[in-house]
């Protein structure tokens, strides 16, 4: 479906039709702008159009990253399950954008090319890769963190004769993977929701890890009538809560500091969370997991020996220990079963750390120990996170300069908003440490009102100042300071992407402080940024 209602001269353009940019181009057409989405997708969805990977599902609890807009939308829906599964996802996303009849708004099938700003008329000119070009005054690219599939640099990967393909773009068509010899590449998140899925049909599963995870459990569960009820009373609870919380999550870390407690207490209370459903197991801790070693080193431990409890190979056990990083220093996967999958017969793992994988092969999968024949290759190889999308568009400012020539020493923003050099363009991809609703739904309004403001007062033009852009860019460097974040290698850091500069792509200051001072900003007329 590709519409040609849309226009091609219109006032913003918004590259994604996931959950930012839904909700952008709502509050923007609200205000009489006529706005336009340019998706690469088929459908609407973003993350949970293109995920559609068997396990793929929230790991925030459904009712904290749904809209909050809405009091009609939020009694329309039901949420099935406490952390609902994509396909529930997709058509949640799906009945927003045809309650508030965006589709209309929406150019699918429109992968962008290249996205370049001219200053004499002021406007951005966008061309996708089926040929359609547009015009318009501002630019938003509501692209998602998570967006811009990594496949590892291995040779010989097209030569692969069987079916292969990443995570993130599982074929829409049923995949039949009963009987079949199975190879699975990676063991963070997706894999770690994956898993356990297909190793229940399966011939054989190998999974090659080349870094294992600090997996917690989701305990997931179907959400009652009786508890529906309650739950739609709660809603603005759980806003609320999510807004007081660092990460925007319905959890928030204990106050207290680890070694303030006895041994006795915190193991208790260690047990307590680890029977929380979610991210209590993360940030319901205390609060100095994530800045002193020793109480890291404590809680860590205390999670590998829950690992080793559900495998009963010792030798199994070993290798999906975690001890290259602490505890939450990567994103840490919740899982359903996944320890127990390494417990049945048909499946086998393989330690590609130790012993790498040198080449595909047409028949499958070569180490530099051994070949293993397959007949699928899927590959969980994560993502070149925040940037990725970003990058591969040629998005080109003032005198040429293209964003990743701008960022070629990691990303430079004011607010993560705006790049100097970028007038009227907008980055709403998420780059926040942050249960992704809650903060998308704060800078959709915080953009949409930035321009409202701007046509109030006469202005047609906004770009970040290089004072400013500096000015953020090491306030949020200094934000990392003592974290242990930057001790580890991970997509947090950039550092799974070969040759990508180490930063943390994301504002560390806690979502309740990047809305406050986001709000101060526009509260002061825009400070730092050029009106004009």
């Known amino acids: 479906m590709n519409n040609t209602t849309v226009g091609d001269d219109v006032d913003v353009i918004i590259i994604g039709a996931g959950v930012s ?27 949970w159009y293109w995920n559609r990977y068997p396990g793929a599902r929230f790991d925030s609890e459904s009712y904290s990253y749904q809209y909050s807009f ?23 996303l799906n009945f927003v954008a045809d309650k508030f009849k965006l589709k209309e708004h929406i150019d699918f099938n429109a992968r962008v090319k290249s996205a370049t700003y001219c200053s004499d008329a002021n406007r ?40 292969s393909f990443h995570t993130a773009r599982w074929p829409k068509e049923k995949i039949n993977l009963r009987g079949k010899r199975v190879g699975v590449i990676g063991a963070g998140a997706s894999a770690v929701q994956l898993i356990p899925m297909i190793a229940k049909e399966v011939g ?12 917690c459990p989701l305990r997931n569960s179907k959400i009652s009538k009786e508890e529906q009820a309650t739950l739609k009373n709660s809603y603005q609870d759980v806003f609320e809560q999510c807004k007081k919380t660092f990460a925007g999550f319905m959890q928030d870390f204990d106050p207290r500091s680890t070694f303030d407690v006895t041994k006795g207490e915190r193991v208790a209370f260690y047990e307590k969370i680890w029977e929380q459903p979610g991210f209590t197991k993360w940030f319901g801790c205390f609060h100095d997991i994530m800045t002193d070693e020793a109480a890291n080193e404590e809680y860590g431990d205390f999670v590998r020996k829950k690992i080793r409890s559900r495998v009963h190979d010792p030798k199994i056990a070993e290798l999906l220990l975690p001890k290259d990083h602490l505890f939450g220093s990567k994103r840490i996967p919740l899982e359903t079963n996944y ?4 417990n049945q017969e048909n499946v086998a793992l393989v330690d590609v750390k130790t012993v790498p994988i040198t080449e595909i092969t047409p028949s499958g999968v070569r180490t530099s120990q051994a070949d293993y024949e397959l007949d699928v290759i899927i590959y969980a190889t994560g993502f070149d996170a925040v940037t990725g999308e970003l990058a591969r568009m040629n998005i080109v400012g003032e005198n040429g300069k293209t964003l990743s020539e701008a960022w070629s020493d ?21 780059a926040l440490f942050c249960n992704y609703t809650r903060c998308a739904e704060v800078v959709a309004e915080w953009v949409s009102d930035c ?17 400013a852009e500096k000015a953020w860019t090491e306030h949020s460097n200094s934000l990392t300071d003592g974290m242990l974040f930057t001790k580890t290698n991970s997509w947090f850091m950039g550092t799974n992407i070969p040759g990508k500069k180490k930063n943390f792509l994301f504002y560390a200051g806690g979502a309740p402080a990047y809305r406050e001072k986001c709000a101060q900003v526009a509260a002061d007329g825009y400070e730092g940024f050029l009106l004009s």
């Open 21 to 47: 940019g839904l909700y952008n181009l709502y509050r923007l057409r609200l205000q009489g702008l006529n706005a336009c989405i340019v998706e690469a997708g088929s459908g609407v969805g973003g993350t």
């Open 204 to 215: 054989h599963l190998t999974v090659f890890q080349r870094e294992p995870n600090y997996c």
């Open 339 to 342: 320890y127990e999958v390494y």
């Open 451 to 467: 321009i409202n403001h701007l046509s109030i007062h006469g202005f047609t033009r906004i770009e970040a100042t290089k004072e």
């Open 410 to 430: 990691g990303p430079q923003t004011y607010l993560t908003l705006q790049t100097s050099g970028f007038p009227n363009l907008f980055l709403v991809n998420g």
């Open 70 to 92: 809405s009091d009609e939308l939020l009694e329309e829906w039901e949420w099935s399950e406490h952390f609902s599964p994509q396909p529930d996802n997709e058509r949640y």
């Open 124 to 163: 951005w000119t966008v061309e996708t890769e089926n040929g359609t070009t547009k015009t318009a005054h501002f630019l938003i690219t509501a692209v998602g963190i998570l967006s811009a599939p990594n496949m590892p640099p291995v040779p010989g990967i097209d030569s692969f004769a069987g079916t």
